[in-house]
T-cell receptor, first 110, second 112 residues
Framework: SQQGEEDPQALSIQEGENATMNCSYK?????LQWYRQNSGRGLVHLIL?????REKHSGRLRVTLDTSKKSSSLLITASRAADTASYFC??????????FGAGTTVTVRA | SQTIHQWPATLVQPVGSPLSLECTVE??????LYWYRQAAGRGLQLLFY??????ISSEVPQNLSASRPQDRQFILSSKKLLLSDSGFYLC???????????FGAGSRLTVL
């Protein structure tokens, strides 16, 4: 079953703008991860944030985690056409399994 | 470096025919291995995972089975495909420590 739920389902932005997407989950987690999927391809791991962390940065990516609200956000700054993809959050409950949400489809217009 | 290979990339099969999708990992030992299915426009559904040779855990009762005959080989099978088996199948592996997945390129199955 899917644990994470991303919001919005789809996002269209102009190149250079920031893109923000959110993820909510239901049960306790060890960590939360974000992945990207280009159309018709496998997923690529972007960033992991542990349950005791509140914010993490990697290049143009910024992830926040609020365990009290069971939610996370992914911010992509200064978006580029190459950022066009679907983005998924995945929760790790510590049992070898990741549970993925339905994803946010991001379109960056040139 | 570690690599993951998944094949075939595309498959069109008639209802009732068998299925075999293969996945191999190179450059690591004793990986955790996973099969996910992705329906069009949807998230990933975990089908099977394996933490060692011959150890298979099934997440969803269905028309599919998985086997791990070797440490770095994971096979997804069906004896008789259903229309509902159509989808995008993804193999993935993770190592020791944090459960970060590395995915294969995927296999798109269409059952007609």
């Amino acid at each position: 079953s899917q644990q994470g739920e991303e919001d919005p389902q789809a996002l269209s932005i102009q190149e250079g703008e920031n893109a923000t997407m959110n993820c909510s989950y239901k049960t306790s987690i060890n960590n939360l991860q974000w992945y990207r999927q280009n159309s018709g391809r496998g997923l690529v791991h972007l960033i992991l944030i542990r349950s005791n962390e509140r914010e993490k940065h990697s290049g143009r990516l910024r992830v926040t985690l609020d365990t009290s609200k069971k939610s996370s956000s992914l911010l992509i700054t200064a978006s580029r056409a190459a950022d066009t993809a679907s983005y998924f959050c995945a929760t790790d409950g510590g049992d070898y399994k990741l549970s993925f949400g339905a994803g946010t489809t991001v379109t960056v217009r040139a | 470096s570690q690599t993951i290979h998944q094949w075939p990339a595309t498959l069109v099969q008639p209802v009732g025919s068998p299925l075999s999708l293969e996945c191999t990992v190179e450059g690591t030992s004793n990986p955790n291995l996973y099969w996910y299915r992705q329906a069009a426009g949807r998230g990933l559904q975990l089908l099977f995972y394996s933490v060692g040779i011959g150890q298979i855990s099934s997440e969803v009762p269905q028309n599919l089975s998985a086997s791990r005959p070797q440490d770095r080989q994971f096979i997804l099978s069906s004896k008789k495909l259903l229309l509902s088996d159509s989808g995008f199948y993804l193999c993935a592996w993770s190592g020791a420590g944090a459960n970060v997945l590395t995915f294969g390129a995927g296999s798109r199955l269409t059952v007609l």
